[in-house]
């Protein structure tokens, strides 16, 4: 069996050493580098060559990759890298690598064509200027052919455990169990579904009900079909880290992070048995009706084979870096220097380990002396199993969506919470400028800089000179502006350059935010509008123009893509409904199903009242208080338990807190905080002890809306006054109109079914098993309306109505 792996990545492995250095050197964009590379191409004579693809093999490692150029006439090949900046600052481990990946693509062409000698040149293009800078060496085959042996005999014996691995893992897959002696009620439907997905390389639009045990449910089935597709990887990604625990935890009941004993290899294990039909009770397990929830009490545990899987957890930089204070690079953080010196041990350490959550990837790096951040970088490369944020794959410049394309792996997708990836998209293609943050910047700005940002400052106050005071949307792009922010950009880089420290943070992060701008402003379309508004921080002036949005409304045309390049995965939620509301925002493919499976529970576990002659429209609220805190504290009399009570703001929060404390002040009520640190959180929900007796007051869509489990007595209510309708402002009309030009649904898209999906998110919370019971408020007249009852989970019953 062969180890196929490319040219770039078998260059990084073998050939980089040094220190990391993440100086502020921002690369082109994927754009920008393509158009240099046709640029230079185009500078080519007729019978210069583009794109060759080659290949190789050093025993029984496979190399692949293309060349970026050769020129039949001089004998030469290119490889071309687009930059930015003064070359000279290049770190020289960079440099080294380039040279030996243009090096290793020499050895394959002189070995295709049979040549005895070939320039090697490395060509940087800087993409401001557009100026070529070549750097050539004359090399022999015979020369080549040792710097490619030379690598590959480094890799070799990587390649050799890595293959050992992989047929560890997929025997212990073929033979993976369901680890519970039963399905749950709905959660084998749900497993064959996530399976014949993957097996049919599709999409799959998943609402599945809270009880179902979704995250076992979607991963079993997902691991099943690894070794048969077959997935090189499985990303499993999430908009909250709750997501990523129970993740973790669905993985050890699997057997994954446990000592693994070699499974023989029969013979009907063979590769082709498993996931080459449809999926039957032989691939995914028995399917007796028992309940695997292990709150309830009554699950069985099947004894569980272990099984040699490496879990990844991706942590954020700002959660993982030991170092805060601190640069990524050598002269400044001790994890930086030698980073990639180390890093060999390290990553040994890190396979052998195979599990690999927040603390276990802290403790190898740190043993080793590296960066945790980077090593969970570099080790995306090596696990099985990667959970981590739906950035991760989604985002521009998403790290695990980058790779998967270098290396060419093939990719099964879940994705937990899905709802949220409507919001998060948007944010993830939307920019901002705000001119406070560029005041600050000017009276400390380098001299070099004083004149691109002065550029910056007359573009600014031109457009805000052309605005009213008041919000208002830009037909085209700010054209002068943006010319202004990537010149700015690039004097930033290089003056970066040629600086010995780090550049001051205030200074980073708006470069890092103008760049980001530019970025989007390439790729704006009408999925996107540019708006101006005169916010301002609290306690100053409104100004014109002091913040410039570049604001997506429609992510289907950037996440699109993202479906497509993986193998097939599934979209899961809890609340992915109505259909085309999320097949038109996140743009899934068109052959992808959209199935909804029904709730485990029975509707005699909840009772759900509609406050009919209630309303909580803005110009009613002031006289809402009074009835609403009556109602809650009718209900606490009337039954004595922990219950949340969801509304639209912190500013009606406190409202109606108020009131209830005022009216009713035996009752114990406890409040969400518009800032909360992890601690502050886990606070606020241990007061829902067993037992326990109180109201917990929380904002609709906030921390505690979803993703919180509370089962059995610990909640037995919840009361959710609004629709959760976004606020009406100029902004969210702009977006209403936009959807309703586009899908001719302004307000439901914009406003009432993001509302809706926010209050039966938070009504959830109250039923999480099948023994839980409890009751729901809806507490506003509008909820009676056919239309909102339309968007209710199936299995409530009928409202009453009083
Ligand atoms: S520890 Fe922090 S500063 Fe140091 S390399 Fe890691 S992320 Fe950068």
């Given at each position: 069996?062969?180890?196929?792996?490319?040219?770039?990545?078998?260059?990084?492995?073998?050939?980089?050493?040094?220190?990391?250095?993440?100086?502020?050197?921002?690369?082109?964009?994927?754009?920008?580098?393509?158009?240099?590379?046709?640029?230079?191409g185009?500078?080519?004579?007729?019978?210069?060559?583009?794109?060759?693809?080659?290949?190789?093999?050093?025993?029984?490692?496979?190399?692949?990759?293309?060349?970026?150029?050769?020129?039949?006439?001089?004998?030469?090949?290119?490889?071309?890298?687009?930059?930015?900046?003064?070359?000279?600052?290049?770190?020289?481990?960079?440099?080294?690598?380039?040279?030996?990946q243009?090096?290793?693509?020499?050895?394959l062409?002189?070995?295709e064509?049979?040549?005895?000698?070939?320039?090697?040149?490395?060509?940087?293009?800087?993409?401001?200027?557009?100026r070529?800078?070549?750097?050539?060496?004359?090399?022999?085959?015979?020369?080549?052919?040792?710097?490619?042996?030379?690598?590959?005999?480094?890799?070799?014996?990587?390649?050799?455990?890595?293959?050992?691995?992989?047929?560890?893992?997929?025997?212990?897959?073929?033979?993976?169990?369901?680890?519970?002696?039963?399905?749950?009620?709905?959660?084998?439907?749900?497993?064959?579904?996530?399976?014949?997905?993957?097996?049919?390389?599709?999409?799959?639009?998943?609402?599945?009900?809270?009880?179902?045990?979704?995250?076992?449910?979607?991963?079993?089935?997902?691991?099943?079909?690894m070794?048969?597709?077959?997935?090189?990887?499985i990303?499993?990604?999430?908009?909250?880290?709750?997501?990523?625990?129970l993740?973790?935890?669905?993985?050890?009941?699997?057997?994954?992070?446990?000592?693994?004993?070699?499974?023989?290899?029969?013979?009907?294990?063979?590769?082709?048995?498993?996931?080459?039909g449809?999926?039957?009770?032989?691939?995914?397990?028995?399917?007796?009706?028992?309940?695997?929830?292990?709150?309830?009490?009554?699950?069985?545990?099947s004894?569980?084979?272990?099984?040699?899987?490496?879990?990844?957890?991706?942590?954020?930089?700002?959660?993982?870096?030991?170092?805060?204070?601190?640069?990524?690079?050598?002269?400044?953080?001790?994890?930086?220097?030698?980073?990639?010196?180390?890093?060999?041990?390290?990553?040994?350490?890190?396979?052998?380990?195979?599990?690999?959550?927040?603390?276990?990837?802290?403790?190898?790096?740190?043993?080793?002396?590296?960066?945790?951040?980077?090593?969970g970088?570099?080790?995306?490369?090596?696990?099985?199993?990667?959970?981590g944020?739906?950035?991760?794959?989604?985002?521009?410049?998403?790290?695990?969506?980058?790779?998967?394309?270098?290396?060419?792996?093939?990719?099964?997708?879940?994705?937990?919470e899905?709802?949220?990836?409507?919001e998060?998209?948007r944010?993830?293609?939307?920019?901002?400028?705000?001119?406070?943050?560029?005041?600050?910047?000017?009276?400390?700005?380098?001299?070099?800089?004083?004149?691109?940002?002065?550029?910056?400052a007359s573009?600014?106050r031109a457009?805000?000179?052309?605005?009213?005071?008041?919000?208002?949307?830009?037909?085209?792009?700010?054209?002068?502006?943006?010319?202004?922010?990537?010149?700015?950009?690039?004097?930033?880089?290089?003056?970066?350059?040629?600086?010995?420290?780090?550049?001051?943070?205030?200074?980073?992060?708006?470069?890092?935010?103008?760049?980001?701008?530019?970025?989007?402003?390439?790729?704006?379309?009408?999925?996107?509008?540019?708006?101006?508004?005169?916010?301002?921080?609290?306690?100053?002036?409104?100004?014109?123009?002091?913040?410039?949005?570049?604001?997506?409304?429609?992510?289907?045309?950037?996440?699109?893509?993202?479906?497509?390049?993986?193998?097939?995965?599934?979209?899961?939620?809890?609340?992915?409904?109505?259909?085309?509301?999320?097949?038109?925002?996140?743009?899934?493919?068109?052959?992808?199903?959209?199935?909804?499976?029904?709730?485990?529970?029975?509707?005699?576990?909840?009772?759900?009242?509609?406050?009919?002659?209630?309303?909580?429209?803005?110009?009613?609220?002031?006289?809402?208080?009074?009835?609403?805190?009556?109602?809650?504290?009718?209900?606490?009399?009337a039954?004595?338990?922990?219950?949340?009570?969801?509304?639209?703001?912190?500013?009606?929060?406190e409202?109606?807190?108020?009131?209830?404390?005022?009216?009713?002040?035996?009752?114990?009520?406890?409040?969400?905080?518009?800032?909360?640190?992890?601690?502050?959180?886990?606070?606020?929900?241990?007061?829902?002890e067993?037992?326990?007796?109180g109201?917990?007051?929380?904002?609709?869509g906030?921390?505690?809306?979803?993703?919180?489990?509370?089962?059995?007595?610990?909640?037995?209510?919840?009361?959710?006054?609004?629709?959760?309708?976004?606020?009406?402002?100029?902004?969210?009309?702009?977006?209403?109109?936009?959807?309703?030009?586009?899908?001719?649904?302004?307000?439901d898209?914009?406003?009432?079914f993001?509302?809706?999906?926010?209050?039966?998110?938070?009504?959830?919370r109250?039923?999480?098993?099948?023994?839980?019971?409890g009751?729901?408020?809806?507490?506003?007249?509008?909820?009676?309306?056919?239309?909102?009852?339309?968007?209710?989970?199936?299995?409530?019953?009928?409202?009453?109505?009083?």
């Amino acid at each position: 069996m062969s180890y196929r792996i490319a040219v770039r990545a078998l260059c990084e492995f073998a050939a980089k050493r040094g220190d990391l250095d993440l100086r502020f050197t921002p690369s082109p964009s994927a754009q920008e580098g393509i158009a240099g590379h046709q640029l230079v191409g185009e500078r080519r004579g007729e019978r210069y060559e583009r794109e060759i693809a080659l290949n190789g093999a050093y025993r029984h490692l496979e190399v692949r990759g293309r060349a970026d150029g050769y020129d039949p006439d001089a004998n030469r090949l290119e490889e071309i890298k687009t930059h930015r900046g003064d070359l000279s600052r290049q770190p020289a481990n960079q440099r080294a690598l380039h040279w030996a990946q243009a090096k290793v693509y020499g050895h394959l062409l002189c070995a295709e064509r049979g040549l005895d000698q070939l320039t090697v040149t490395l060509v940087y293009f800087d993409i401001v200027s557009q100026r070529e800078t070549p750097l050539s060496e004359r090399c022999s085959a015979e020369a080549l052919r040792a710097e490619f042996d030379a690598h590959c005999q480094a890799f070799l014996a990587w390649a050799q455990q890595e293959l050992a691995h992989r047929r560890r893992r997929d025997r212990a897959l073929q033979a993976l169990r369901f680890p519970y002696a039963g399905f749950r009620e709905g959660q084998r439907p749900l497993a064959e579904s996530v399976y014949k997905a993957i097996h049919t390389r599709r999409w799959l639009m998943l609402q599945a009900p809270t009880g179902i045990g979704k995250t076992l449910g979607t991963l079993f089935p997902m691991l099943k079909a690894m070794p048969g597709e077959p997935l090189d990887k499985i990303f499993f990604l999430t908009a909250r880290n709750t997501g990523q625990r129970l993740a973790l935890d669905a993985l050890r009941t699997l057997g994954a992070g446990q000592r693994h004993r070699e499974i023989p290899e029969p013979e009907h294990l063979e590769p082709d048995d498993i996931g080459s039909g449809d999926i039957g009770s032989g691939d995914i397990g028995s399917g007796d009706a028992e309940p695997n929830d292990s709150r309830s009490g009554d699950s069985r545990l099947s004894e569980v084979q272990a099984v040699p899987l490496r879990v990844l957890t991706l942590t954020s930089r700002d959660k993982s870096c030991e170092h805060p204070d601190k640069a990524c690079h050598g002269e400044s953080c001790p994890l930086a220097a030698g980073f990639y010196d180390r890093l060999p041990a390290a990553r040994k350490a890190a396979v052998e380990r195979g599990w690999l959550d927040r603390a276990a990837l802290r403790e190898t790096a740190l043993a080793h002396e590296i960066c945790p951040y980077y090593l969970g970088q570099e080790m995306a490369r090596w696990a099985d199993v990667v959970i981590g944020d739906v950035n991760y794959w989604f985002d521009f410049h998403a790290m695990l969506y980058a790779l998967s394309q270098q290396q060419q792996w093939r990719v099964g997708l879940l994705v937990d919470e899905a709802h949220n990836l409507v919001e998060r998209g948007r944010g993830m293609y939307s920019a901002t400028l705000d001119h406070a943050a560029f005041r600050r910047l000017k009276p400390t700005l380098p001299a070099p800089l004083k004149r691109p940002f002065s550029r910056v400052a007359s573009a600014w106050r031109a457009l805000a000179d052309d605005s009213e005071s008041d919000y208002r949307v830009l037909e085209t792009l700010p054209g002068k502006l943006i010319g202004a922010l990537q010149q700015a950009v690039s004097q930033v880089v290089e003056y970066q350059s040629e600086q010995p420290i780090a550049l001051d943070s205030e200074l980073q992060r708006f470069a890092f935010d103008a760049q980001h701008f530019c970025r989007v402003a390439d790729v704006f379309g009408d999925h996107s509008i540019c708006d101006v508004s005169p916010q301002a921080p609290r306690g100053r002036q409104r100004q014109a123009g002091a913040r410039v949005t570049l604001r997506n409304v429609v992510p289907a045309p950037f996440l699109t893509p993202r479906f497509v390049a993986a193998q097939g995965g599934t979209l899961f939620s809890a609340t992915l409904a109505p259909e085309a509301y999320y097949r038109d925002l996140l743009g899934v493919p068109d052959d992808a199903p959209w199935m909804s499976l029904a709730s485990p529970f029975r509707d005699s576990q909840l009772e759900v009242r509609i406050a009919a002659r209630l309303s909580t429209r803005y110009a009613d609220r002031e006289a809402s208080l009074t009835p609403l805190a009556d109602r809650i504290a009718a209900q606490f009399r009337a039954c004595r338990g922990n219950y949340l009570a969801f509304f639209s703001s912190f500013a009606y929060l406190e409202q109606v807190a108020d009131r209830l404390a005022e009216r009713h002040p035996e009752i114990p009520i406890w409040r969400q905080a518009s800032r909360m640190d992890d601690d502050a959180r886990e606070t606020f929900l241990r007061r829902f002890e067993a037992n326990g007796e109180g109201v917990g007051f929380a904002v609709l869509g906030g921390i505690f809306g979803e993703g919180i489990d509370l089962p059995g007595d610990r909640l037995i209510g919840a009361f959710v006054a609004t629709l959760g309708l976004p606020q009406v402002n100029p902004v969210n009309e702009q977006m209403r109109a936009r959807l309703q030009a586009l899908y001719g649904h302004g307000y439901d898209y914009a406003y009432f079914f993001p509302g809706m999906q926010k209050v039966v998110q938070a009504a959830g919370r109250v039923i999480r098993s099948g023994t839980d019971e409890g009751v729901i408020h809806l507490l506003d007249d509008r909820f009676a309306r056919r239309e909102s009852q339309a968007l209710l989970p199936d299995w409530w019953p009928k409202p009453i109505k009083d």
